[in-house]
């Protein structure tokens, strides 16, 4: 999770296609080390409304694993898991 140029929407298709994730969060104030992002496949951001920059990163966490855990729980309603 991380705001970068070339950030995607957590509910963007690519992510929901992916077996498998790991989530990085960053703290607060300085969010992730730059090494950090340059090792991911996707940078994700949590689209929000004008004027709001940021979430904390409790928040934040919160709302990527809730998009992420309909996804999962999708698959398994449809007898894909």
Known sequence: MALTDDSTGIDDP?????ERL???????????????????DYTVKIPMAH???????AAAGAVAFWELGKRKK??????NI
């Not at 690519?14 to 992916?18: D, G, L, N, P, T």
């Not at 004027?51 to 990163?57: E, I």
């Not at 999708?74 to 007898?79: L, M, N, T, V």
């Open 74 to 79: 999708g698959e398994k309603d449809h007898g």
């Open 51 to 57: 004027g709001v920059d940021s979430l904390n990163v």
């Open 22 to 40: 790991a989530v990085i969060l960053g703290n607060e104030g300085d969010g992730l080390r730059k090494e950090t992002v340059a090792a991911c």
């Open 14 to 18: 690519r992510i929901s296609a992916e």
